[in-house]
């Protein structure tokens, strides 16, 4: 079983970048799939952004194409969120997720499809 641990989160102004880091520990990464979720308050929880087990492939939700950035770094067994541009909509806890992986270059989206889940970080974004 792998446990995650996500950290980077707190308070940021509009306009500005933050970087999330989720550590694993109990497993390696390298056979797994992984994603980034977020819940704001009162809404459900939304995928983010997902990067396959080899790597090559990474999708992630309109609303931050071209701001957020997934990236994995299986000798360090991490998985990290570049966030650029952030606007107070981004505002929520977010949660990095792991599900295991036959194929390699395959993401996924929806939160069931991931068994593994951190407790979450959360990202405030001021105006």
């Known amino acids: 079983q792998v446990h995650l641990v996500e950290s980077g989160g707190g308070l940021v102004q509009a306009g500005g970048s933050l970087r999330l880091s989720c550590a694993a520990s109990g497993r390696s990464l390298s056979t797994y799939a992984l994603g980034w979720f977020r819940q704001a308050p009162g809404k459900e929880r939304e995928f983010v952004t997902a990067i396959s087990r080899n790597g090559l492939t990474t999708d992630c939700a309109d609303s931050v194409k071209d701001r957020f950035t997934i990236s994995r770094d299986n000798a360090k067994n991490t998985v990290s969120l570049q966030m650029t541009s952030l606007n107070p909509e981004d505002t929520a806890v977010y949660y990095c997720?792991?599900?295991?992986?036959?194929?390699?270059?395959?993401?996924?989206?929806?939160?069931?499809?991931?068994?593994?889940w951190g407790q979450g970080t959360q990202v405030t974004v001021s105006s």
């Open positions: 997720a792991a599900r295991p992986a036959l194929l390699y270059s395959g993401t996924y989206f929806a939160s069931s499809e991931y068994p593994y």
